[in-house]
């Protein structure tokens, strides 16, 4: 089908309010900032739920590789690749989560278990999973009813979902035909993407004083 020429003022208007609510422009400037910066993403890929054989999709899985050299000689070694499974959540409601101290050594043996890193390293603590000492355990927010339909329990099981599905592919970044491989490690990461840090605060899951309630600021690399 072909664009129509003859849109009424009044219908542009209604198509911007459903552009507007729809949470998808948020979507696709998350996707436009991840294909600036190098990666290569995939819009929307389905997947099948295992738990409840359905198909689904999850909003973004983005990849890009990371050039590494040999220790000794400092010559070209590989490449770790990097891929991310995206949701993206439009936020205008207000959510609540509430923190604790994370387990240490699952944490540790997390990072051992999906990536090269060793606990004997000095570099394996500046990992993302180990960089923090609170995790967020649980969360509400102020209109959901029933977490199933919580719109970060729905984001957290897309990702992962999404996650267990495709890590055993093969990469998306496309290699020509005449050169070979240099992938050495994939890591993988599921990443829940806001439009705004606004509505989001934080709690400790050890106190009901409400002197420890507080804002969530973005965190800026």
Known sequence: TYPRRDIMPTDIEEVKDIIAKSGNSFHCKVL????????????????????????????????KAFGIKSRFLGDFYGNVNVRLFVECKYISQKTVFW??????????????????????????????????????????????????NEIFYKALNQSLNGLIYYRTKKSIIPIPANRRDYTKYVLYYPIIACNSFDYLYSVNIDTDDDLFLKKIWRRRH
């Open 32 to 63: 436009k900032h991840l294909k600036a910066q190098g990666w290569t993403v995939l819009v929307s890929p389905y997947y099948n739920d295992n738990a409840s054989g359905k198909p689904r999709e999850i909003d973004l899985i983005a990849e």
């Open 99 to 148: 923190f604790h101290d994370k387990d240490e050594e699952k944490s540790i043996a997390l990072v051992e278990m999906t990536s090269p890193c060793r606990r004997d390293n000095i570099h394996t603590k500046q990992h993302h999973y180990l960089s923090n000492g609170r995790v967020a355990k649980l969360f509400a927010d102020e209109k959901t009813k029933g977490a199933d």
